[in-house]
């Protein structure tokens, strides 16, 4: 019998009628990015969080780095546009950006067949988790090998009606 790996999401849904959810799994992005959007968008309505992550792949916006922060550059008027982040530190990480994207309008989609009013949605749970290292192997001189691994990433989130 082969062992077939079990999904769920990492928190409880009390009102299934009036939510939605989604998930992604082995993304290949990095998760320090995919954790600092997701501590942005946690709170926002779901239109808003998707004209942020379209602001980011344009290069209008950074996203503020507070956790992630050591060695990153400053980005004016960072803290004018956050001020609840206090940071002056931020990037535009549009690959974990755009996978993102694709994950809230997967959700946006999700709740539409639900009958959820797209408008009124707000992003109540957004996370993400460590995936799976997909690790091969590189051939080098000397009869040696270099092992080349690849992280990914599982994110999942939840959007209620309001």
């Given amino acids: 019998m082969i062992d077939v790996p079990v999904w769920s999401y990492s928190i409880k849904i009390v009102d299934e009628e009036r939510t939605a959810k989604a998930m992604a799994w082995d993304s290949p992005i990095s998760l320090k990015e995919a954790y600092e959007i997701f501590k942005i968008i946690r ?3 779901l239109k808003d969080a998707e004209r942020l992550l379209e602001d980011v792949i344009s290069k209008k ?12 550059a400053h980005k004016r008027g960072l803290s004018d546009r956050f001020p609840r982040w206090r940071t002056p530190v931020g990037r535009y990480p549009i690959k974990a950006a755009k996978e993102v994207l694709k994950l809230l309008k997967n959700v946006e989609n999700n709740a539409s067949n639900k009958n959820l009013d797209a408008d ?7 996370a993400a988790h460590k995936g799976r290292y997909l690790k091969r192997w590189m051939p080098r001189a000397f009869g040696r090998s270099t092992p080349r691994i690849r992280a990914t990433v599982n994110m999942e989130v939840i959007v209620r009606e309001v």
């Fill in 43 to 45: 709170g926002m309505k």
């Fill in 61 to 72: 916006v950074p996203i503020p780095f507070v956790r992630y922060k050591l060695g990153i």
């Fill in 120 to 126: 009124r949605l707000l992003i109540i749970h957004a």
